[in-house]
């Protein structure tokens, strides 16, 4: 498997070392709640990490479930979701391989993407599109990992999700996407990321 492995994230949540983990849920996934532009429903966070964004969708009413392939995440993220007394979901899982027995209305992608090797992306690309019912959305972060002055990186993680690339990707035959510009969000390392809501055809 290219990129890192089980093993690698394990490492990373055992010891602490989750430089990305804002300590809360994202910003532009507030931003959207609070808009109205994704409204309760059935809803997967892929990558979901210590499951901040997991609580905040529970807490809000979603039907909602956090998928990770380490177990030392789910169990952040579920000891998170008893510490809220929020329900909520956790299914340890290869978001790659994983599919649901039930689709899902949406899906919240922020930290998943960025943490696959590129080699792989296709793989969850058809991963997202087989989760989501036709119509459902894709409410996405894609990251871009340079700052000002900076060149993209080329190795990662995270990966750099480069806008072109993201459009290869996410094909106009199986994704609508939206006629808006997309939304810069700064990220805590001094990058940004781009939030766009895809529509699944």
């Known amino acids: 498997m290219p990129g890192p492995d089980a093993a690698f994230w394990q490492r990373r949540f055992e010891s602490g070392d989750t430089p990305w983990d804002r300590g809360g849920p994202g910003p532009q996934l507030l931003a959207w709640l609070d808009a109205g532009a994704l409204k309760p429903c059935r809803i997967a966070v892929p990558g979901c990490g210590s499951g901040w964004d997991v609580v905040e969708l529970a807490r809000r009413g979603f039907d909602v479930q956090g998928i ?101 990707l996410f094909d106009d035959s199986r994704w609508l996407w939206p006629d808006a510009p997309a939304l810069q969000v700064p990220h805590p390392r001094g990058w940004h990321e781009l939030g766009l809501i895809l529509e699944r055809r």
């Open 68 to 168: 990770d392939l380490v177990p030392a995440a789910c169990a952040r993220a579920m000891a998170a979701l008893q510490a809220a007394g929020m329900a909520g979901s956790v299914v340890q899982a290869d978001a790659l391989l994983y599919r649901p027995a039930h689709a899902f209305d949406a899906v919240y992608e922020q930290t998943c993407l960025c943490a696959i090797h590129p080699t792989l992306w296709s793989q969850y690309e058809a991963s997202l599109h087989a989760w989501l019912k036709p119509g459902g959305r894709l409410y996405a972060m894609f990251m871009q990992c340079w700052g000002p002055g900076e060149q993209a990186r080329p190795e990662g993680p995270p990966y750099h999700c480069d806008l072109a690339a993201m459009r290869v």
